[in-house]
């Protein structure tokens, strides 16, 4: 046998089915689609891995917010009269919550006033550490979960995730190697172009957290779109003059969970309910008017959208059972930027060589 016939019989063999009409269409709508919709993609993907770093985002952005001097809790109406003594005409408490290691928090609303304007509390005193919107991390969140768009968004960000999970699908199907076996693929010196190594080295590794991300981003937008109300981008207003008071409704909602309250929400034109969440999970309504206390259904914990929650990291119990969810959630979201900077750099190399032959 000759040296040239002994280099072919050890060269890789070509995969059956991996080149052939399939293979050209999926590198087509891979290019163009992530190259086109990026300008969706990237910041979804972004805002969500910086949504991840939760609080201490908030707290490098607004230092002063956080300076509290102990975690004791006051009874609710001191919080709810220490926020009402720095509203404004038309300005009505909307919810206050109570962080495990920040301030308490009452959420404001008023006619034509933005969602997202806040009180900030020191637990043990009731003194006001800041006023005003909720900063970044609310931007991020509106961003992130309604595209500034309000119930529309919600839709668009749905078919945003379908997108990526065509994305993570195609990007996985064109990194089999087209010669020797799936091992071969996982070198990283596949290509001449470094772009392309790094493309395929960070598309791989991401690819089924990324699925999942989107799959579980996709189900939530389309499912709270569907039940939200047309108006839902309008905040509705608490009413003006509730007939109980937020420690009456503390109290009442007690006799069903014994546990420490961590957020109560007033009753809006919408709805007259009061409801009271507690930290070892669940909420109870308390009707305004006969003060009536019923459990209520905590989405955010079970059932589908429990898990597609969970799954997606935004859950009240922040993601999968451990943190080492969020960091692969964070770490994903941030692949999205080279994976588009060496997506642009693969794409302009190639027209430049479809350039240079045709010049030739």
């Given at each position: 046998?000759t040296r040239a016939a002994?280099?072919?019989?050890?060269?890789?063999?070509?995969?059956?089915?991996?080149?052939?009409?399939?293979?050209?269409?999926?590198?087509?709508?891979?290019?163009?689609i992530?190259?086109?919709?990026?300008?969706?993609?990237?910041?979804?993907?972004l805002?969500?891995?910086?949504?991840?770093?939760?609080?201490?985002?908030?707290?490098?952005?607004?230092?002063?917010?956080?300076?509290?001097?102990?975690q004791?809790?006051?009874?609710?109406?001191?919080?709810?009269?220490?926020?009402?003594?720095?509203?404004?005409?038309?300005?009505?408490?909307a919810?206050?919550?109570?962080?495990?290691?920040?301030?308490?928090?009452?959420?404001?609303?008023?006619?034509?006033?933005?969602?997202?304007?806040?009180?900030?509390?020191?637990?043990?005193?009731?003194?006001?550490?800041?006023?005003?919107?909720?900063?970044?991390?609310?931007?991020?969140?509106?961003?992130h979960?309604?595209?500034?768009?309000?119930?529309?968004?919600?839709?668009?960000?749905?078919?945003?995730?379908?997108?990526?999970?065509?994305?993570?699908l195609?990007?996985?199907?064109?990194?089999?190697?087209?010669?020797?076996?799936?091992?071969?693929?996982?070198?990283?010196?596949r290509?001449?172009?470094?772009?392309?190594?790094l493309?395929?080295?960070v598309?791989?590794?991401?690819?089924?957290?990324l699925l999942?991300?989107?799959?579980s981003?996709?189900?939530?937008?389309?499912?709270?779109?569907?039940?939200?109300?047309?108006?839902?981008?309008?905040?509705?207003?608490?009413?003006?003059?509730?007939?109980?008071?937020?420690?009456?409704?503390?109290?009442?909602?007690?006799?069903?969970n014994?546990?420490?309250?961590?957020r109560?929400?007033?009753?809006?034109?919408?709805?007259?309910?009061?409801?009271?969440?507690?930290?070892?999970?669940?909420?109870?309504?308390?009707?305004d008017?006969?003060?009536?206390?019923?459990?209520?259904?905590?989405?955010e914990?079970?059932?589908?959208?429990?898990?597609?929650?969970r799954?997606?990291?935004?859950g009240?119990?922040?993601?999968?059972?451990?943190?080492?969810?969020?960091?692969?959630?964070?770490?994903?979201?941030?692949?999205?930027?080279?994976?588009?900077?060496?997506?642009?750099?693969?794409?302009?190399?190639?027209?430049?060589?479809?350039?240079?032959k045709?010049?030739?």
């Amino acid at each position: 046998m000759t040296r040239a016939a002994r280099r072919r019989a050890r060269a890789p063999k070509e995969r059956r089915g991996s080149v052939g009409p399939v293979r050209p269409t999926m590198f087509v709508l891979h290019r163009w689609i992530g190259l086109v919709l990026a300008v969706l993609v990237v910041p979804v993907l972004l805002s969500g891995a910086a949504l991840m770093l939760g609080p201490a985002l908030d707290r490098v952005v607004h230092p002063g917010r956080y300076a509290v001097s102990g975690q004791a809790v006051l009874a609710p109406s001191a919080y709810a009269d220490a926020a009402r003594r720095t509203l404004r005409a038309g300005q009505r408490i909307a919810a206050i919550t109570v962080n495990r290691s920040g301030p308490v928090v009452a959420d404001v609303s008023s006619a034509g006033m933005p969602q997202g304007t806040a009180v900030f509390l020191n637990p043990p005193t009731g003194r006001v550490l800041g006023q005003g919107a909720r900063s970044i991390v609310g931007a991020l969140h509106d961003l992130h979960t309604s595209l500034f768009m309000g119930h529309s968004g919600r839709w668009v960000l749905g078919c945003v995730g379908l997108v990526v999970m065509l994305l993570a699908l195609s990007g996985v199907w064109l990194w089999r190697p087209t010669v020797g076996s799936l091992l071969h693929g996982l070198r990283w010196r596949r290509h001449a172009q470094g772009a392309s190594n790094l493309h395929h080295a960070v598309g791989l590794w991401t690819a089924v957290p990324l699925l999942v991300l989107s799959a579980s981003g996709a189900w939530l937008a389309f499912s709270i779109g569907k039940s939200m109300p047309i108006d839902a981008g309008k905040v509705p207003l608490p009413i003006a003059r509730a007939a109980m008071s937020p420690d009456r409704v503390v109290a009442a909602a007690s006799t069903l969970n014994a546990s420490p309250w961590v957020r109560i929400v007033w009753p809006t034109e919408r709805s007259a309910d009061w409801t009271v969440s507690f930290q070892a999970g669940g909420s109870v309504k308390v009707a305004d008017d006969a003060g009536t206390v019923v459990r209520a259904l905590d989405a955010e914990r079970h059932g589908t959208e429990g898990l597609m929650r969970r799954l997606h990291g935004s859950g009240s119990d922040g993601g999968l059972a451990s943190g080492a969810w969020r960091i692969v959630a964070f770490l994903t979201g941030l692949a999205s930027l080279p994976l588009l900077l060496t997506g642009v750099a693969m794409w302009w190399t190639g027209r430049r060589k479809a350039e240079g032959k045709r010049d030739r």
